[in-house]
């Protein structure tokens, strides 16, 4: 058990809804991370945040997704008017910044299939 | 060209073998990572390394930051260790992202 967990771990979606998952990173954590992998591939980049601050987002990550994280806790990604293309799994990580080289802790991931 | 290639992409051993997955990455980095991730998709990580080597019971994980290459051994292999290993690389400058490779996938037969 690494501590971060995500809700939930399977998705299945009609194409054109939306949906959101959940991320609860380890609590002592302040830079959390979101990441997409699709089969074969490793994880891509999506967006991360330091406490509520969005820092950084991928050019993978269209208009139709949203990530948040409202109390610099838990983060949620939403995706809107989903496509067949938006099919992978969903990866979140934290890490504790201020430190060189910091470890990456995963959660387990929300597997998402758009139907 | 992948920012960070890893070889092989499959890999097949029987129980006991010596195994070695490599890893290769193109830019300045400041810390590389191996992972490991099992079907159903949770990652763990295994090794961060920065330089030189480090051992965790049967894992070992080398890098070269000269060559720009880092490799994991695993001693006596067995079935539990059949899984994707991902290699991730930490740019020196700028962003915290990690970089992944596309993973090799391992199979350890009894």
């Known amino acids: 058990d690494t501590g971060v967990s995500q809700d939930p771990r399977h998705k299945i979606t009609k194409r054109g809804q939306n949906v959101t998952f959940r991320c609860d990173p380890i609590?002592?954590?302040?830079?959390l991370y979101w990441y997409r992998q699709t089969l074969g591939q490793g994880p891509e980049f999506l967006t991360y945040f330091q406490n509520e601050a969005q820092l950084e987002k991928s050019r993978l990550l269209s208009d139709r997704f949203s990530a948040e994280r409202p109390k610099g806790s838990f983060s949620t990604l939403e995706i809107q008017r989903t496509e067949q293309g938006d099919s992978a799994m969903y990866l979140c990580a934290s890490s504790l910044q201020g430190r060189m080289n910091t470890e990456a802790f995963f959660g387990q991931g929300t597997r998402l299939t758009v139907v | 060209k992948n920012e960070v290639e890893q070889s092989p992409q499959n890999l097949t051993a029987q129980e006991g073998e010596f195994i070695t997955i490599n890893c290769s990455y193109s830019v300045g980095i400041s810390a590389l990572h191996w992972l490991q991730q099992h079907p159903g998709g949770g990652i763990v990580s295994l090794f961060m390394?920065?330089?030189g080597k480090k051992k965790h019971g049967r894992l070992i994980a080398t890098i070269n930051i000269q060559e720009k290459h880092s490799s994991l051994h695993i001693t006596a292999s067995h079935p539990r260790d059949s899984a994707v290993y991902i290699c991730a690389v930490l740019l020196r400058i700028g962003t915290d992202k990690l970089i992944f490779g596309t993973g090799t996938r391992l199979q350890v037969f009894p």
């Open positions: 609590s002592e954590h302040n830079r």
């Open positions: 390394l920065s330089s």
